[in-house]
């Protein structure tokens, strides 16, 4: 002890052993120590801080700490530890950590995506117990086990939600509370019957209304908005609109006075780029007439016309898949009288050759000639590049990224083969399909069509699909004895994490079994598990594919065929139609149709080379989603009626097509009713 110490008898000696008592008992105070944060709270601290804590902890407080640690494995992406955590926990827990143990499990049942499991734990949970954090956690377990499928609980838990967050994920709720409500067709939102005390819901019902009234012209929208607003002025979109109905308010039309169109007009491509040009010209100066509705009466003794094998004319550098579909057979004439044609326009259009110059250049010389507008590129390596060049132009691409990207300036347009199969997705789920199976060609062709048509499948809230791999001709007649097996290899959707082999979880005594994999569905189906199949094949492959799928089943039991428009080529007799009865395919209205008078004049044109026909009707398309894009990338749902299908524009503006439908019957094609 130092010789200042006062105390120096008896106790001097036991006053330094008392000091470092106090000290060492200080620091064991520190570690650990109750939760700072409710176990019902925010949980923001990392999940090694929550493990240590509780390693440390005694039976007291080691609950609090280990369910604080398995949320912030759950929000770092975790998902495996957390669940691991989770089934670790044996001690007895309160009244409200069990309610906390339930919600969290709901949360990692979420994050392993085992959703029906999830749902079934959220459905023992009172919400009425929770405590206003718990609630807006509960409210978007709720909304994350729907998949992004709509309905009536899932709104309902958004408008829940709500009032419990603030800041921008305040914004986010509204705004997806409204691409929810968008999701309704007029005929469900009509359908929906509601509470009498629920006052918000009405009034989104209400702007959902407004909004399927008037999504065609901005300035009834704008108004509409306005009014709905003064009837609704404590509706929380009242407050705040979401996103897409403020840019409404804001909108203004983009001009068209001058426009650069890009396009190959030199090098391998060049025909593609001359016949996309023709359209766009045609359309510009009036010379094409508007096509009849699509579900307009078939005139079934049209002729066939001859047409050259589209495949022979594509180069590697040729856009991607814009005219590899292969061409159609029979032209289906309509009864419907065409519009009169378009008036034309006064724009100021100038072609820029894409081949050999760099895109960048390209664009600033376009800015420097005064172009407000920028039609293209065609090729998809260009279409690439358009991220990165940061233009302040309003650019209509007429292909698409690999991946795609939201930038304010720029929509994108393409005839890919990728878009008829989401489009076939959706039409197959609308006739009550559930478990597809694709025959696509092997190669990356098919898995660009398999993943596509999975991507949107799974969108549309379905499960499975399953993929076969096509070869050549001399292969399927060779196997015409032994016909198709309908299996094949699950396809895995783009955004979809591998599944977790999860294992049940036992709650309160009550086991919530994991679901059954993708793996184990399939190898625990059947073949006729399969109720439909989708081909991408040639006339003649599915003039052999046709036989061995009857043979895979008889009467009820035969799965539906639906085929794209590669099949439907020229030349096809009545034999071949006979043979394919009950098939349906898709192709762009023009093609189908729509406007016999336009479809005279396209073949004429092109010497009856339907692919470049194709690409006619896409310059055609393209001039008119042109002077419609500011609609196109601001307005939600707005649509154009074209020649290559009916378009509207997802969030990215990526303009997604609906193609008409048609069948064969007793030899006849008729349109297949939406």
Known sequence: MPSSMTFRTRSGRLLPAIIVAMLLASCSGQSPQ??????????????????????????????????????ALVREGKAPQAYNQLNAMTQQLSAEQQLEQKLTTAEVQLALKDFAPAATTLSIIDPTSLTNDQKARYYQAQIDASQGRTSLGVIRAYIAQEPLLQGQPHQDNIDRTWMSLTQLSAQDASSIVINADENTLQGW?????????????????????????????????????????????????????????????SGPAQVYGNAIQQGFNAAM??????????????????????????????STSAPDASASTATPTEQPQTSAPATAPVASSNAQVKIYDTNGQPLSALLTQAQQDGAT????????????????????????ALNQPETEKNAPNICYFALSPEDEAQDAARHMWSQQKRMPLLLVPRGNFGDRIAQAFANEWQKLGGQTVLKQGLGSAGELRSSIGSGIRLTGTPVMASDAAAPAQAQGVTIGGITIPAPPTDAQIVQGSSGGAVDSVYVVATQNELTLIKPMLDMSGSGRSRPSVYASSRSYQAGAGPDYRLEMEGVQFSDIPLLAGSNPALMQQATAKFGNDYS????????IDAWSLA??????????????SGSTGDLSANPNCVIHRKLPWLQYRQGSLVPVSS
Do not use: C
């Not at 939760?35 to 925010?42: I, K, L």
């Not at 507008?373 to 209509?396: A, C, I, M, Y």
């Open 34 to 71: 109750a939760p700072t944060e409710s176990v019902q709270g925010a949980a923001s601290g990392s999940s090694d801080y929550y493990l240590q804590q509780a390693q440390q902890s005694g039976d007291d407080n080691k609950a609090d700490w280990q369910l604080l640690a398995v949320r």
């Open 285 to 314: 100066t009036g010379q094409v007439s508007q096509p009849a509705p699509q579900n307009a009466s078939v005139d079934q003794n049209a002729q066939a016309q001859p047409a050259t094998d589209p495949d022979a004319a594509v």
């Open 373 to 396: 507008l920028v039609v293209g590129p065609l090729l998809k390596d260009q279409v690439n590049e358009l991220s990165s060049d940061q233009t302040p132009l309003n650019v209509l």
């Open 612 to 619: 470049l026909v194709r690409l006619y009707a896409m310059g």
């Open 627 to 640: 002077n419609h894009f500011s609609q196109m990338r601001t307005l939600p749902g707005f649509e154009v």
């Open 205 to 265: 019902l209400d702007l959902l209304s407004v909004w399927q009234s008037n999504k065609q012209d901005p300035d009834l929208l704008k108004a509409g908005i306005k009014d709905w607003q003064r009837r609704y002025p404590v509706n929380p979109a009242a407050k705040n609109l979401p996103v897409q109905l403020n840019n409404v308010l804001s909108f203004q039309q983009a001009s068209t006075g001058k426009i650069a169109l890009f396009l190959p007009m």
